[in-house]
C-alpha cells in the first residue's frame, strides 16, 4: 500500500518514507536542550533540515518531556507562530505539534499543513478543527499525560491496546468528516511506556501498519535508547536513533520524526538502495 497522505494543499508520496525533521521551539526539551529556543535560531534549523533533504518540519512549543511544567495556549503559540510562519515562507511542508486546539486553528491559518496532536485528537475542539480545515493529521497514542505517563505505565498487550485507540481516534475522525488521505496515526515511543512496551511496539509495528493509515514513529534520541545502550546524554544517541528508525521503515512505518535530518536520509537511502536496487 502507497498511495498519498493528503496535507492541505500537499499530497505527500508515500512510495518512500518521509522524513520529519524536528523544531522544538521551547526552553526545556529533553532532547535538544532547548537549542532552539529563540525564533531565529528555530527558523535557520528549520532552513539547514530542508537543505538536508526534511520532507516535513514539525514546529512544537511545548515540551512533553515525561514530568515537564504545562504553559498556556497563548504563550506556546507566541513561541511557535513566527517560526511557522518563517519555515512556510521557506516553501515547507509545515506541521504544528500541539495539543491546543487555539494554537493549532492559528498556524493552520499561517500555513500549516499537518496538525500533529500527541493527544490523539482527544480533545472534541481539535476534532471541530480537523473537520473544518484540510489539514493532514498525526493521531499519537499516549497513556496519561506528560505530568504522570511514566507512573508505571500498564497495558494487556501493548500493540494491541495501541492499535485499537488509534483506530478507534481515526474512526472518530472520519465520522466528523475527515478524509481517510489525511490521517496518519503514531503509536507515540516513550509517551507512558517503558523500554520494553516501546520496543515491543517497534517489533509488531506491522500489526499498526495493517491499521491502513500511514505510521509516524518518533524515536529519536528518546530515553528507551539510552536505556538500552548506557548513553544519558540525548545529543549523543544518533547511532541508536538511526537504528530504530531503520528498524521501523523496514516494518512499514511511513514517517520518521527525527533530529537529525542529514545522517537519516542518508541512512535512508542506503536502506532502501539495498532493498530495492534504487541506488542513486
Ligand atoms: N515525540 C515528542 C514530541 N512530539 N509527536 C509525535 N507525533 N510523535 C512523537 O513520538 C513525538 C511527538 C517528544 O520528543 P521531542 O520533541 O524531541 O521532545 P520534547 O517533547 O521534550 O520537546
Request: glycine share 28%; proline share 9%.
Given at each position: 500500500m502507497h498511495g498519498v497522505w493528503r496535507c492541505g494543499s500537499h499530497a505527500l508520496p508515500l512510495a518512500r518514507a518521509l522524513v520529519m525533521g524536528i523544531v522544538n521551539v521551547t526552553p526545556d526539551s529533553f532532547s535538544d536542550g532547548g537549542a532552539n529556543y529563540d525564533p531565529c535560531i528555530a527558523a535557520a534549523s528549520a532552513e539547514s533540515m530542508l537543505a538536508a533533504g526534511a520532507d516535513i518540519i514539525d514546529v512544537g512549543g511545548e515540551s512533553t518531556r515525561p514530568g515537564a511544567g504545562e504553559i498556556t495556549p497563548s504563550e506556546e503559540l507566541a513561541r511557535v507562530l513566527a517560526v511557522v510562519r518563517d519555515a512556510v515562507a521557506l516553501g515547507a511542508v509545515v506541521s504544528i505539534d500541539t495539543r491546543h486546539a487555539e494554537v493549532a486553528s492559528a498556524c493552520v491559518a499561517a500555513g500549516s499543513a499537518i496538525i500533529n496532536d500527541v493527544s490523539g485528537f482527544s480533545d472534541p475542539a481539535m476534532v471541530a478543527l480537523a473537520a473544518s480545515c484540510e489539514a493532514g493529521l498525526v493521531v499519537m497514542h499516549m497513556q496519561g499525560d506528560p505530568r504522570i505517563m511514566q507512573d508505571e505505565p500498564r497495558y494487556g498487550d501493548v500493540v494491541a491496546d495501541v492499535a485499537a485507540y488509534l483506530s478507534a481516534q481515526a474512526m472518530r475522525l472520519e465520522a466528523a468528516g475527515?478524509?481517510?488521505?489525511r490521517i496518519a496515526v503514531d503509536?507515540?515511543?516513550?509517551?507512558?511506556?517503558t523500554t520494553a512496551h516501546n520496543l515491543e511496539l517497534l517489533r509488531r509495528l506491522p500489526e499498526i501498519v495493517a491499521l491502513g493509515y500511514p505510521v509516524l514513529v518518533g524515536a529519536s534520541r528518546k530515553r528507551f535508547i539510552g536505556e538500552i545502550t548506557g548513553v544519558s546524554e540525548p545529543r549523543q544517541r544518533l547511532a541508536g536513533s538511526l537504528a530504530a528508525t531503520l528498524e521501523s521503515v523496514g516494518r512499514g512505518a511511513a514517517v520518521a520524526r527525527v533530529h537529525d535530518v542529514a545522517e537519516t536520509v542518508q541512512a535512508l537511502a542506503v536502506a532502501r538502495a539495498i532493498r530495492e536496487g534504487a541506488g542513486e
Open positions: 475527515v478524509a481517510h488521505e503509536p507515540g515511543i516513550g509517551f507512558g511506556k
